[in-house]
Every structure is written in structure tokens, then in C-alpha cells.
């Protein structure tokens, strides 16, 4: 039985193209069963439709209340019965009601708890660190304050800006996401507190 997972965009999509790309060998052990999206007309949900994977978008904007949103994306992601949800690019914030239901995953573009927000290698340029990277997490209540599964540094350049970075963050972003979510998927995955581990305890 492959893991099935529902990945959340809000943009460009190529931590979900890693994801699609790796679910396309058998023995990854997961499969993208739908991306759901909180905006229309991105490259994010033109990935999932060009591989042939339900869609799904509930905008905020649509509902009179926060709340009504948050439980009409829970409900569209329930439909698909995942395993584990992935917020990949997703630049929302869901409910302790949704975190509740669903494990949930969480990609940031820098080393948590630095820098945490919208602007993670901005803000770590801007700061004048040295390194900087990736993070997966599991989503808890706060802003990108969740246990750690996965991180991956990246150096900065003195040269480097705030898009520069990022790309780098992410070459290996997509790497870091593709190895946990598959050994997740393979071997499942223990959280005690804050601590971590998949595929055994966390003892
Ligand atoms: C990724 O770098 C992800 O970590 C970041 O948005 C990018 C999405 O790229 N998320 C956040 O900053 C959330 N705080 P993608 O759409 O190409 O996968």
C-alpha cells in the first residue's frame, strides 16, 4: 500500500514536481493522490494537471470567515483520505481543527527557528548569516515552529540576495522533501514532543 499524500501550493509548484517525480517509481511508496491549491492560475496546479492529478482550490476570499475556509479546505483534502498532507509553498496558515485530522508537513526556506515567515531568505540575508537552508517540519499551531524531521544547510555567498539564495535553498529543498517524505511513506515516522524520528523511536 502506497502512503497517499495531498500536497497544498500557492505558487511556482517544484517541490511538488520533486514529489510527483519521485512518486513515479513504485518503490518510493507514496503517491500524490491530490494538490489543492488557496488560489487559481498557478503553475502549482498546471503540474498536478499536466501529471493527471485531482485539483482542487478553496480561496479565502470566497468565504465570509476564515474559519468557513479552514474547514472547506479540511473537508476537500479529507475527500482524498490522506496519510500525511504536504504544505509545499502553501502560504497559509490552517487551524489546530486541520492539524488535528491530518499529519501535516511543512517545507521552509531556512533553518528553523531562524527565520521563520514568508521571508525566510530575505530575512537571513538581511541578518548576515553565513548559512542558511532548509527545513521540513510538522506542523503545529505557531509560524514554522513545529519538531524538526529534516535539515539541510546551504552557504551563503557574500554576493548572494535574497533570490539568489533562495534557488539555492531549494535545489536541495526538493531533495531534503523527497528523501523524508519517501522514508516517512516506507517506514513511518515518531514524534515525542519535540523530538523526531522516522522509521524507529524517538527515544
Ligand atoms: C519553497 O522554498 C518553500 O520552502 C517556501 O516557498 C517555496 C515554494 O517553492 N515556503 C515558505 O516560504 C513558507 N514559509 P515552490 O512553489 O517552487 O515549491
Not at 476537500?76 to 496558515?93: I, N
Not at 552557504?155 to 523527497?178: C, G, T, W, Y
Request: include cysteine; proline fraction near 4%; aromatic fraction near 6%.
Amino acid at each position: 500500500m502506497r502512503a497517499r499524500l495531498v500536497v497544498l501550493v500557492s505558487g511556482a509548484g517544484t517541490n511538488l514536481q520533486a514529489l510527483i517525480d519521485a512518486c513515479a517509481d513504485p518503490d518510493y511508496g507514496a503517491e500524490v493522490v491530490a494538490v489543492g491549491a488557496d488560489r487559481g492560475d498557478i503553475e502549482g496546479l498546471a503540474r498536478a494537471e499536466r501529471a493527471g492529478i485531482a485539483t482542487f482550490v478553496r480561496r479565502v476570499d470566497d468565504f465570509a470567515e476564515r474559519q468557513q475556509w479552514d474547514r472547506a479546505l479540511g473537508a476537500a483534502v479529507a475527500d482524498f483520505e490522506p496519510q500525511v498532507v504536504v504544505l509545499a509553498g502553501f502560504m497559509k496558515l490552517v487551524s489546530p481543527d486541520f492539524l488535528a485530522r491530518f499529519l501535516t508537513l511543512n517545507t521552509h526556506p531556512a533553518l528553523c527557528p531562524s527565520f521563520p515567515g514568508m521571508h525566510g531568505p530575505r530575512d537571513a540575508i538581511d541578518y548576515g548569516v553565513k548559512v542558511s537552508g532548509a527545513t521540513l517540519f510538522v506542523v503545529d499551531g505557531g509560524v514554522d515552529t513545529g519538531p524538526i524531521v529534516a535539515q539541510v544547510p546551504v552557504l551563503v555567498a557574500d554576493d548572494d540576495d535574497a533570490e539568489s539564495l533562495h534557488e539555492r535553498i531549494k535545489s536541495v529543498e526538493r531533495q531534503m522533501l523527497v528523501d523524508a517524505v519517501g522514508r516517512i511513506a516506507r517506514d513511518g515516522i515518531e514524534i515525542t514532543g519535540r523530538r523526531v524520528r522516522v522509521g524507529g523511536s524517538a527515544g
